[in-house]
């Protein structure tokens, strides 16, 4: 399978725009939301092969000032090249703790974990997926909350790895890693291995929730919201009783009336919902 190409899109506002900006560039298919401090900025990636919708995501930004946030000041797009990639999670990916246990940090970082922390190392290469992101941040959380040892684990559209190497050093006794990108599948089991836990986590090319054989205790999916509303019929029979499945990539506007409607109606009981800016995370559970 062909790597995926991406192009960069570098949208300059001011930080209370932040989290529109960042909500119509997930929603419209891009990844790896990154917040840049100077100048005040959102940096997102979306497939080259998507670039039709460009046009359509400028045109969204510029209605901001319609809701009373403060106008784009520039919308700049660029092909994504492995040089100004390594530069740019090189300058911004640093060493950060989530929950109560769990840290995570480049490979190429000197900070010394506490000895109560887990610790993850990450080289992203051409991936997505750091923590840095409230998505990442919250499905982190929320997998130290409900991951119990033992479990059998699913991370769909996995990137980088760092969700199924969570799990696995949280003591899952399998974990399925599934990514459609090849080049991210190949950067996730390079972490996998890094953090020694090949033994527990296969990372995988697949098409989603297709890719997946047998039954889970816990999936974990941090993806648009799109694709979570059109897969919520999938997941049910993937789950044990008593199966938990927990989401993120959804900003609120899209929460209560998309996914949270789709997953309920799809059989599955909202046990948890968190938020932080405009994104949510939420623990579905199979009764």
């Not at 040089?83 to 246990?101: C, I, K, M, P, V």
């Not at 997505?128 to 409900?146: K, N």
């Not at 998309?258 to 919902?273: K, M, N, Q, W, Y």
Request: positive net charge; glycine residues 8%.
């Amino acid at each position: 399978m062909k790597p995926t190409e991406w192009l960069s899109i570098r949208v300059v506002a001011p930080p209370p725009a932040w989290d529109a900006v960042a909500a119509v560039l997930i929603d419209s298919g891009c990844a790896g939301v990154e917040l840049r401090d100077q100048p005040y900025s959102v940096v997102a990636y979306l497939p080259a092969a998507d670039r039709e919708r460009l046009p359509a995501i400028e045109a969204q930004l510029q209605k901001l000032p319609d809701y009373d946030l403060p106008p784009v000041h520039k919308f700049e797009v660029q092909p994504v090249t492995e040089e100004n990639w390594h530069t740019a999670w090189r300058r911004y990916f640093r060493s950060r703790r989530f929950g109560q246990r769990v840290r995570v940090q480049p490979s190429w970082s000197r900070h010394k974990p506490a000895p109560d922390e887990i610790l993850i190392q990450l080289d992203p290469g051409l991936a997505f997926g750091t923590g840095g992101h409230a998505t990442t941040a919250l499905c982190l959380e929320l997998l130290e909350r409900s991951l119990q040892p033992g479990m059998r684990v699913a991370d769909v559209g996995a990137g980088t790895g760092i969700l199924a190497i969570a799990a696995a050093k949280l003591g899952a006794r399998e974990v399925i890693a599934v990514d459609d990108d090849a080049l991210a599948v190949k950067v996730a089991q390079g972490n996998i291995e890094r953090n020694g836990v090949a033994d527990r986590v296969q990372a995988i090319v697949g098409d989603g929730f297709y890719a997946l054989e047998g039954t889970f205790d816990l999936i974990v999916c941090n993806i648009v919201s799109g694709f979570l509303m059109r897969t919520a019929p999938q997941v049910p029979p993937l789950l044990n009783a008593g199966g938990v499945y927990i989401v993120s990539g959804t900003s609120g506007r899209n929460w209560r009336s998309g996914v949270r409607r789709a997953i309920e109606g799809a059989g599955l009981t909202l046990e948890e919902a968190r938020k932080r800016r405009t994104w949510v995370a939420a623990v579905f559970r199979k009764r």
